[in-house]
């Protein structure tokens, strides 16, 4: 799914939308032994306003955030088509509408054995169906339904317990430490899409898996629960790509280079943000940007082995290469440079000292917040 694709669903995923509609949801919440403590399976236009209003936000909340770090597209492998696999259980799954209260209870369960929770937790799951307008030549949309995505979107919600703290009692008019405690349903911390919203059509051959912290999502819903390859996080993606830019260019690796590779790559996922496929940097995808950016052919000849034994082979995710700021470090000094301020800074020998040049246009700056004047 592109950004395009995925904010599709997103923007109509509301009551007000007359193409969109949530049917039947279901809520269970897991202790910390791992029991389902409570479990609802209601219509969702049976639910009270307030509490459906909520239920949608956390559902909602699993199509956000970016793609390649917050949103990872997993296909389902071979062997989860199987009988007894992640595929054919989902499928089933869908298929139930949330109606078959065994199959119901079957999908809870699995959530529950197969996923590792640190806490007690809520599942939020809904049926969908998203009534999918036709476009024209123009890419815009025509009053006319094409087809029909029926989906399920679940959500994993943390619960905590909170005891501390004071609180105004308006009935004793006073500010008292509550007595009793209260369990709060948290925004989801993962969640998952199925099937996938593919050219602007159903893909029952993938899901979309969501986690809140990109740096250290939750592997057990993605290898256990959907039966994927679980590829590496945002983070140990960037440490990898650094690995092989220094073990590729050594000596030659300065500064014009480091923020030339950075802007080349940054074009590239700009170039290819609709494209239904994620871009991917492989080696040669990587040579072509290393050898624009001026690094020797000798090194390159090295690129093959190093993307190898690094990467596995395989491509690393390109917006997760990115980085938003150029930040320059030394002891005791950090420095910040904008995307679009990049071409004001360059190291220079001064002296016969290295030494960190910013051209400013403007004599007026601020230190600390208050504004001086370079003399």
């Known amino acids: 799914m592109n950004k395009k694709e995925i ?20 809520t269970a919440f897991v202790d910390a032994e791992k029991n389902i403590k409570c479990k609802t399976n209601q219509l969702y236009n049976t639910i009270p306003q307030d509490e459906a209003e909520l239920i949608m936000i956390n559902l909602k909340k699993v199509l956000s955030g970016s793609i390649g770090k917050n949103l990872l597209e997993y296909s389902f492998p071979k062997d989860a088509y199987l009988e007894g696999g992640a595929q054919p259980f ?15 209870d079957n ?3 699995a959530i529950v054995e197969k996923v590792e929770y640190v806490s007690t937790y809520t599942i939020f799951a809904a049926h969908c169906t998203y009534s999918v307008l036709r476009k024209n030549k123009m890419d815009e949309f025509e009053d006319e339904a094409d087809t029909d995505y029926n989906f399920i979107v679940t959500a994993l919600c943390p619960v905590n317990l909170r005891i501390d703290g004071l609180v105004y009692d308006e009935q004793d008019n006073s500010i008292a430490k509550k007595e009793s405690c209260d369990r709060i349903v948290e925004l989801p911390s993962d969640g998952f899409l199925f099937p996938l919203f593919n050219d602007r059509a159903p893909d029952i051959n993938g899901v ?7 740096k250290k999502p939750n592997t057990s819903v993605v290898e256990e ?16 790509f650094k690995d092989i830019l220094t073990s590729v260019v050594g000596d030659e690796l300065d500064y014009d280079l480091i923020t030339t590779v950075n802007d080349k790559i940054s074009t590239f996922v700009d170039q290819n943000a609709h494209e239904t496929e994620i871009p991917t940097i492989d080696e040669h995808k990587l040579s072509s940007i290393l050898w624009e950016a001026g690094v020797s052919q000798d090194k390159l000849d ?3 082995k190093v993307f190898d034994a690094a ?5 690393l995710t390109a917006v997760n290469l990115v980085e938003k700021r150029t930040v320059v470090s030394a002891p005791s000094i950090t420095v910040n440079i904008g995307k679009d301020a990049v071409d004001k800074v360059k190291t220079q020998i001064v002296d016969g000292r290295k030494c960190l040049i910013i051209n400013l246009d403007d004599p007026e700056i601020e230190v600390n917040g208050l504004e001086t004047t370079i003399k």
Request: hydrophobic share 30%; with cysteine; charged share 25%.
């Open 7 to 26: 904010n599709e669903i997103k923007k109509n995923f509301n009551d007000d939308c007359g193409f969109f509609t949530v049917n039947h949801v279901v």
């Open 90 to 104: 989902m499928y089933e799954t869908l298929q139930s509408k949330l109606l078959d209260e065994e199959k119901v």
């Open 107 to 109: 999908f809870l369960n």
């Open 208 to 214: 979309l898996y969501y986690t809140k912290n990109a």
């Open 225 to 240: 629960l959907l039966g994927c390859e679980f590829s590496m996080t945002c983070q140990n993606e960037k440490e990898t």
């Open 302 to 304: 090295n690129l093959p």
């Open 311 to 315: 990467a596995g082979g395989k491509p």
